[in-house]
T-cell receptor, first 113, second 112 residues
Framework: GESVGLHLPTLSVQEGDNSIINCAYSNSASDYFIWYKQESGKGPQFIIDIRSNMDKRQGQRVTVLLNKTVKHLSLQIAATQPGDSAVYFCAENRGNAGNMLTFGGGTRLMVKP | SQTIHQWPATLVQPVGSPLSLECTVEGTSNPNLYWYRQAAGRGLQLLFYSVGIGQISSEVPQNLSASRPQDRQFILSSKKLLLSDSGFYLC???????????FGQGTRLTVV
């Protein structure tokens, strides 16, 4: 079936370096994408979103890139901090009624001091 | 501001016992409501979603059911729990189309 998947299950980076988390999606009808951050034992928190009519969106220390040609989504975190350690999920809206989000399997980001 | 409440935070239940998890949203009207399940170290699986009172759609066949008796109340239930029902259950809400969903803090259910 159609799904959102991730390339790397675990990413380890040095504090202060930039992090890049990747996501592949297969539903060409998806028109809205979100990155969530989930800390241990908590619910996912919204980080940043992007619509299909855009290819880049920036937030505070984070940038999301969307490549619709190859159905690829990435999250870039600048100057990664220990507090960024968490599991990151990409999610897509399948473009149908009810605003349903389909989530990928997640990438664990570990920040080394 | 909008808030979402989900309880209990943790729950240990024997196999064959019933289940009732409750989720309420404050500060918004006519939200879309969702129940997700997350197995340990895995992604989120959508179980149920609701666009209005009494309107429930199920994404996967399973041992669970959902109900929405009030606009901002969403309940996840089971008549008889299975070991495979163990997991982290998350309630979420959203408003409108192509908007982010906001999650509760989750309920960790362990069926023993």
């Amino acid at each position: 079936g159609e799904s959102v998947g991730l390339h790397l299950p675990t990413l380890s980076v040095q504090e202060g370096d930039n992090s890049i988390i990747n996501c592949a999606y297969s539903n060409s009808a998806s028109d809205y994408f979100i990155w969530y951050k989930q800390e241990s034992g908590k619910g996912p928190q919204f980080i940043i979103d992007i619509r299909s009519n855009m290819d880049k969106r920036q937030g505070q220390r984070v940038t999301v890139l969307l490549n619709k040609t190859v159905k690829h989504l990435s999250l870039q975190i600048a100057a990664t901090q220990p507090g960024d350690s968490a599991v990151y999920f990409c999610a897509e809206n399948r473009g149908n009624a009810g605003n349903m989000l389909t989530f990928g399997g997640g990438t664990r980001l570990m920040v080394k001091p | 501001s909008q808030t979402i409440h989900q309880w209990p935070a943790t729950l240990v239940q024997p196999v064959g016992s019933p289940l009732s998890l409750e989720c309420t949203v404050e500060g918004t009207s006519n939200p879309n409501l969702y129940w997700y399940r997350q197995a340990a170290g895995r992604g989120l699986q959508l179980l149920f979603y609701s666009v209005g009172i009494g309107q429930i759609s199920s994404e996967v066949p399973q041992n669970l059911s959902a109900s929405r008796p009030q606009d901002r109340q969403f309940i996840l239930s089971s008549k008889k729990l299975l070991l495979s029902d163990s997991g982290f259950y998350l309630c979420a809400w959203s408003v409108g189309w192509n908007t982010e969903a906001f999650f509760g803090q989750g309920t960790r259910l362990t069926v023993v």
